[in-house]
């Protein structure tokens, strides 16, 4: 069984900046890596950044590249993400994942967060 609780969510002002974490707990033994996902209301959730276990493969949304940054402490079991340059259209419910990096791939698994709300004003 895996817990993952996420934190760090906020209003924050267009341009500013968040960071996002999420503490993980419990037996991860079959899964590689972390992603962060999100979803806008009426939208699909979609990837946004995943990171393996050992925190040497990243890999990121391209439309997010450049402003969002993952990363990871496995001293703490906790996922990182650093959210910069935030625009009102990254407004969303930011989800942490457990999964898998196969390649280039991430593949999520039912391993979820309750969500952290991201709010940005214009």
């Known amino acids: 069984q895996v817990q993952l609780v996420e934190s760090g969510g906020g209003l924050v002002q267009a341009g500013g900046s968040l960071r996002l974490s999420c503490a993980a707990s419990?037996?991860?033994?079959?899964?590689?890596?972390m992603g962060w996902y999100r979803q806008a209301p009426g939208k699909q959730r979609e990837l946004v950044a995943a990171?393996?276990?050992?925190?040497?493969?990243?890999k990121y949304s391209d439309s997010l590249k450049g402003r969002f940054s993952i990363s990871r402490d496995n001293t703490k079991n906790t996922v990182y993400l650093q959210m910069n340059s935030l625009k009102p259209e990254d407004t969303a419910v930011y989800y942490c994942?457990?999964?898998?990096?196969?390649?280039?791939?991430?593949?999520?698994?039912?391993?979820w967060g309750q969500g952290t709300q991201v709010t940005v004003s214009s």
């Open positions: 419990g037996s991860t033994f079959s899964l590689n890596a």
């Open positions: 994942n457990a999964g898998e990096l196969r390649g280039s791939r991430y593949f999520f698994s039912n391993y």
């Open positions: 990171i393996s276990n050992n925190g040497g493969t990243t």
